[in-house]
């Protein structure tokens, strides 16, 4: 299977617990995304990098989270202190960034997160 | 800042009939527009894109999306629906490449799609 892997696929953790994800994108993708949907809602924005390069955080990406993605290719999130509100399907995304056109991105399957 | 609607919650079809599950959006500058699908417990799967060009666009599993700038719009369709085209949709924009903006998709909030047998 060469698209986009995460892992684990479910985390259920206790209030207050750290917690870290893990996205492969697909290979030879040069830009990662990371999304968070809750449920009966779209897709939200967290992070996306270029390369090792992070080049946006949303505002949704409070101080607890943070996102590396260090030589470029697999990337992780962390959620430090995890809270009740953080209970949510983080989404990975990865595309490939060519010239002039926006190349689509392409989904994992989503970690669902329970904080118990 | 840019946004998406996606008005109907729910779309419900009869296998065989044509479907349309509309889009609108909003953004400041000239937009990237796509459509994905989900299924239960799964990431979402890209059907079809707007970039440039001819204003309606042909994707998988033969839906087709039309884009109309005056009514800042990109409806899905399909002429023939079948019962596993049942799932959730999604459309979201993006600012073409050269715009400044973020690069991340904006998504809608989701349409159910319930085709019946």
């Known amino acids: 299977d060469t698209g986009v892997s995460q892992n684990p696929r479910h985390k259920i953790t206790k209030r207050g617990q750290n917690v870290t994800f893990r996205c492969d994108p697909i290979s030879e993708h040069n830009r990662l995304y990371w999304y968070r949907q809750t449920l009966g809602q779209g897709p939200e924005f967290l992070t996306y990098?270029?390369?090792?390069?992070?080049?946006?955080k949303s505002r949704l990406l409070s101080d607890r989270f943070s996102a590396e993605r260090p030589k470029g290719s697999f990337s992780t999130l962390e959620i430090q202190r995890t809270e009740q509100g953080d209970s949510a399907m983080y989404l990975c995304a990865s595309s490939l960034s060519r010239g002039h056109s926006n190349q689509p991105q392409h989904f994992g399957d989503g970690t669902r997160l329970s904080i118990l | 800042a840019q946004s998406v609607a996606q008005p109907e919650d729910q779309v419900n079809v009869a296998e065989g009939n044509p479907l349309t599950v509309k889009c609108t959006y909003s953004v400041s500058g000239n937009p990237y527009l796509f459509w994905y699908v989900q299924y239960p417990n799964r990431g979402l799967q890209f059907l079809l894109k707007?970039?440039?060009?001819?204003?309606l666009v042909k994707g998988s599993y033969g839906f087709e999306a039309e884009f109309n700038k005056s009514q800042t719009s990109f409806h899905l369709k399909k002429p023939s629906a079948l019962v596993s085209d049942s799932a959730l949709y999604f459309c979201?924009?993006?600012?073409?490449?050269?715009?400044?903006?973020?690069?991340?998709?904006?998504f809608g909030s989701g349409t159910r799609l319930q085709v019946q047998p």
């Open positions: 979201a924009v993006t600012l073409a490449r050269g715009d400044t903006g973020r690069r991340a998709l904006t």
């Open positions: 707007y970039i440039t060009g001819d204003n």
């Open positions: 990098f270029q390369n090792e390069a992070q080049l946006e």
